[in-house]
């Protein structure tokens, strides 16, 4: 079973930068895709970016597309997610996931079978 554990949250002004890391652990660790979610306060969980591992192929939000970048690693930290131009409305618990098989939309949460704990990332106005 794989773990997922991210790091890099943290308080940031608005238009500041921020990187958040995800790192996995476990035995037989594979996956299709890697993708990044928010919660923020009051709100719905919801889809921020993912990468195809086999095409690199990456996908964004439109909230998030041309401030964020996500890239792929090594097994061990296999997703970063770049976070430049941070606005107070990106404040949000931001959760790393797992999809070893992508049986459904790269866009929904419940394609994905593994989850981090999640980081807390803060941007004041």
């Known amino acids: 079973q794989v773990q997922l554990v991210e790091s890099g949250g943290g308080l940031v002004q608005a238009g500041g930068s921020l990187r958040l890391s995800c790192a996995a652990s476990?035995?037989?660790?594979?996956?299709?895709?890697m993708g990044w979610f928010r919660q923020g306060p009051g709100k719905e969980r919801e889809f921020v970016a993912a990468?195809?591992?086999?095409?690199?192929?990456?996908y964004y939000a439109d909230s998030v597309q041309g401030r964020f970048t996500i890239s792929g690693g090594n097994a061990e930290n296999p997703v970063s997610l770049q976070m430049n131009s941070l606005k107070p409305e990106d404040t949000a618990v931001y959760y790393c996931?797992?999809?070893?098989?992508?049986?459904?939309?790269?866009?929904?949460?419940?394609?994905?079978?593994?989850w981090g704990q999640g980081t807390q990332v803060t941007v004041s106005s």
């Open positions: 996931a797992a999809a070893s098989f992508l049986g459904g939309s790269i866009y929904t949460g419940s394609s994905y079978d593994a």
């Open positions: 476990g035995s037989t660790f594979r996956r299709s895709v």
């Open positions: 990468i195809r591992w086999s095409t690199g192929w990456t």
